[in-house]
């Protein structure tokens, strides 16, 4: 069993930056693909990026490729998402999700989920 918790969620500025993290518990969190998702109001959860058990892979939507850095501390059961450059398409609900899934992209896939922290992005 995994435990997740998002933080990090604020209103910035369009052109701002926020990092948010995603602290786990359970022993074998490090052995987990772990991803960040997102949901806007009316629209359907989507995926933003994941990293692979090591943090020697990852993966991003191509709305966030190069503004989005994922990351992950095995020794202290966290996953952050560093967001840059944010604009206001980037307004949502964030939440990170753990597990082992055969497509990285589907939310369905991911057996564990966090309560989400909300990014409001003013322009």
């Known amino acids: 069993q995994v435990h997740l918790v998002e933080s990090g969620g604020g209103l910035v500025q369009a052109g701002g930056s926020l990092r948010l993290s995603c602290a786990a518990s359970?022993?074998?969190?490090?052995?987990?693909?772990v991803g960040w998702f997102r949901q806007a109001p009316g629209k359907e959860r989507e995926f933003v990026a994941a990293?692979?058990?090591?943090?020697?892979?990852?993966f991003y939507a191509d709305s966030v490729k190069g503004r989005f850095t994922i990351s992950r501390d095995n020794v202290k059961n966290t996953v952050n998402l560093q967001m840059n450059r944010l604009n206001f398409e980037d307004t949502a609900v964030y939440y990170c999700?753990?597990?082992?899934?055969?497509?990285?992209?589907?939310?369905?896939?991911?057996?564990?989920w966090g309560q989400g922290t909300q990014v409001t992005v003013s322009s």
């Open positions: 990293i692979g058990w090591t943090g020697g892979s990852s």
């Open positions: 999700a753990a597990g082992f899934p055969d497509r990285t992209v589907v939310p369905g896939a991911y057996a564990y």
């Open positions: 359970g022993r074998t969190f490090s052995s987990y693909t």
